[in-house]
């Protein structure tokens, strides 16, 4: 918990929501980044030469590579590369709208305003 020094009642508990669910933002957080590195990297492959040395291209095939890789077992092989990019962003966002649905049926999801 988080201590807010107050006004004449002195130090009062805050609770702070991202603190209190971190175990659902945490992973919404890195699944949302690594989809927005993957549409990162779908407008990057207009601008670089896929064999670029340009350190800002390497770093995103770096880390989007092990996304397509997965996303490359359960696509077929006759889907182009760009298509495969992305199938990856639709497959990262299903795992946000799971990992939602799997914290509300099991009722531990965030709510609204929710203070803890």
Known sequence: MLEAC?????G???SNPLLTYW???LPNLVLAALMYTVIGRFVL???FDPA???YIWRFFVWLT????KMVGYVTPRAVPPLVVLLFSVVWLFAARV???LLVSTVGLAPTAGATG
């Not at 107050?6 to 002195?10: D, E, L, N, S, V």
């Not at 590579?65 to 397509?68: A, E, F, I, M, S």
Request: proline content about 4%; cysteine-free.
């Open 45 to 47: 492959t207009f601008i």
């Open 98 to 100: 799971l990992l939602l």
């Open 65 to 68: 590579d092990p996304v397509l």
């Open 6 to 10: 107050g006004g004449a009642g002195g």
């Open 52 to 54: 670029s040395t340009n």
């Open 12 to 14: 009062e508990a805050v």
């Open 23 to 25: 175990w659902f933002h």
